[in-house]
């Protein structure tokens, strides 16, 4: 304590406008100190502070990822539930759907006759809707311009580095049919 | 690195003839992309061709420093206030509103403040700055107290303002008649505002060293003491 406060002084040499010792200065004055040494100075508990709390986030983060594994898990897969008609969704037009929760949006787009994708519709990047786009052979976000490819739901370009969850579905007797979510990393 | 505390700055605006070369030598200068940190003021450009060279004082209490609201501007320890640093300037100008002597100026293309500091790259490895390396008549000199004794027997460096209620101490000095300097201690320069000088007289209004800054009213100590947690 004592070292520290000795070498800061040395080198404490704006005084205050008041001339008052840095002693008597509110705390403002020492958090945002004009002088370039106290600027650039680091106290060794304020480092070790740093360390400690980023490296606690970083590991409670880590329990935080499995718990929410681990939950999902155990949740098992959502019930299957009938989306649509088949024939009422054309060739290449799209169907927004919730499944399996209520706050869940998903898209889903008929790419041929019996080609039918579906994707949660919140961007990995963000949580914006995304927008597909068959013609392009797309699904677009327009929050930050991230682009994911329809047939797999990667992304292809801006921000969003993970693809979006596919929701599998079944067809049976010219009803589509989600039967569940499929999480991705990569 | 840092400056030599040995080594001074002196300005001695009666021998500026106004020939642009500091402003110059200053823009050729990389480190701050070929603006020129130095004002070559007219001072008084309707009755005279006098000029005086104003770069950064380097106050000891940096006004500038005090009202940047973005905590940009910062002293080193030798005394050299620097220009503001980039990541966080916010351009707002402060700086240029409360500088006394007009020093600071914001480059709103570059969303920055750049000023005078003395030439950082070149005083802290010992060298002159720029303008003092051009000026052809020494107007702006850098060197030891000693030397500038020597050369100018008649005048003595000041580094003393005082600004209404603001006693401003610099690093950089002025030269000031020694017949004055010696009998005062710091010029009152909101009062030679007004002054007229009469012919060829140099005229300021210095403010003896018994005159302390006693005269100043009662100031609010610190306004925003209440918010303190």
Redesign the interface.
């Known amino acids: 304590m004592s070292d520290a406060t000795q070498s800061r002084d040395l ?1 404490a ?6 001339r008052r010792p840095a002693d008597l200065q ?3 004055r020492q958090d ?1 100190p ?4 106290l ?1 650039q100075y680091v106290e060794r508990r304020d480092f070790v502070k740093f360390l400690v709390l980023t490296s606690g986030a970083l590991a409670v983060g880590q329990v935080a990822i499995v718990a929410q594994n681990w939950l999902r898990r155990r949740q098992g897969r959502p019930e299957m539930r009938r989306v649509a008609a088949l024939a009422d969704i054309p060739v290449g037009g799209s169907l927004l759907f919730r499944y399996p929760g209520e706050h869940d949006t998903n898209v889903l787009v008929r790419l041929g006759p019996e080609e039918l994708v579906a994707y949660s519709q919140k961007c990995t990047h963000l949580s914006c809707a995304v927008i597909p786009e068959p013609d392009k052979n797309v699904l677009h976000c327009p929050c930050h311009e991230g682009f994911f490819d329809l047939r797999s739901g990667a992304p292809i370009a801006g921000p969003p580095r993970r693809p979006l969850p596919r929701i599998t579905l079944e067809v049976r007797g010219g009803e589509v049919f989600a039967t569940g979510v499929e999480y991705r990393t990569s | 690195m840092a400056k030599p505390d040995r080594l001074h700055f002196f300005i001695d605006p009666n021998r500026c003839i106004g020939c642009q070369s500091c402003v110059q030598a200053c823009s050729e200068c990389d480190t701050h992309r070929g603006e020129s940190m130095i004002h070559l003021e007219f001072v008084d450009r309707a009755q005279s061709v006098q000029t005086v060279p104003v770069v950064c004082m380097h106050c ?3 006004t500038c ?2 009202v940047c609201p973005a ?1 940009a ?5 030798d ?1 050299v206030v ?1 220009s503001a640093r980039k990541p966080r300037c916010i351009a707002c100008g402060n700086c240029v509103a409360a500088c006394p002597f007009g020093v600071p100026e914001v480059y709103e293309s570059r969303k920055l403040m750049m000023k005078c500091d003395m030439c950082y790259d070149r005083t802290s490895i010992g060298r002159k700055p720029m303008c003092a390396t051009v000026c052809p008549s020494q107007a702006l000199f850098y060197g030891t107290r000693e030397e500038i004794d020597r050369l100018r027997p008649s005048s003595a460096p000041i580094n003393q303002f005082q600004f209404g209620q ?1 006693t401003i101490t610099t690093q950089v000095f002025v030269m000031t008649p020694r017949a004055l300097a010696t009998r005062a201690a710091r010029v009152d320069v909101t009062a030679a505002l007004d002054e007229q000088p009469s012919a060829r007289s140099v005229l300021l209004k210095m403010v003896p060293p018994d005159a302390a800054p006693v005269a100043r009213q009662a100031v609010p ?2 306004p ?2 209440g918010m ?2």
Not at chain 2, 73 to 77: E, F, L, M, S
């Open positions: 080198e040499i704006t005084t205050a406008p008041d509110p705390a403002w945002f004009i002088d370039w040494p600027d | 000891e209490q940096p420093a005090e905590d501007i910062k002293r080193t320890a005394g620097q603001q100590a610190d925003f003491a303190e947690a």
